[in-house]
């Protein structure tokens, strides 16, 4: 599955780069509080309107403090996938329960330098885990390859039944490292820079889930 990141779209015309990434799985939303995070982009209100304006499953992965307090209206709203950071999750397992409870899928998300082991356990409450494979907080970075032991690892966790989630990647995929990541085991790919840094997006949707399945 291939998941365009709006963060590298133009924020002045979403509804238009939305229509632009017809053929992609899921859209992508950054949500970040300059807390979590050094950056800031949108919040509920530019989600709900994102909502209203596209039929793309919306992949909201909020880079924020206090997930345990915002992240359920996320769902509300109507988000299909609603991912938190474990790193600043207080009840990861309430979280997910809440989550569920209101119609959307549960995503927990890691740092690159956050071990998996210590997760594992939580992660028996989700339904996607986002591996990320930049420093949360920009676009266009360069892809870090020892993320894709984490990929391993979950992926063999997940095919002897003792996880039952999709596997997303975040950050730095592009025609080169999607090949890297589908090896090691990725079920979902985001890319943001690669999508709309491309003259079609569509077209750059394509090339990347005809590389991801070689
Ligand atoms: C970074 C965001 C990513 C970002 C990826 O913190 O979570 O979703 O949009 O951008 P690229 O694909 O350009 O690395
Ligand atoms: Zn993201």
New binding site residues.
Partial sequence: MIAP?I??ADFAHLADELDAVIGADWV?V?V?DAHF?PNLTLGLPVVEALLRVTDIPVDC?L?IDDPDRWAVGYAEAGAYNVTVHAEAAKDPVAIARDLRAAGAKAGLSVKPGTPLEPWVDVLKHYDTLLV?S????????SFIPDVLAKVRTARHLVDTGHLRLLVEI????NNDTIELAAEAGVDCF?????VY?ADDPAKAVAALRDRAAR
Avoid: K, Y
């Fill in positions: 990141s963060l590298s992508h950054d970040m995070v992965h880079m990320m930049v420093e949360p907080g920009f676009g266009g970075q975040d950050g730095g995929i985001v890319a943001g820079s690669a840094g």
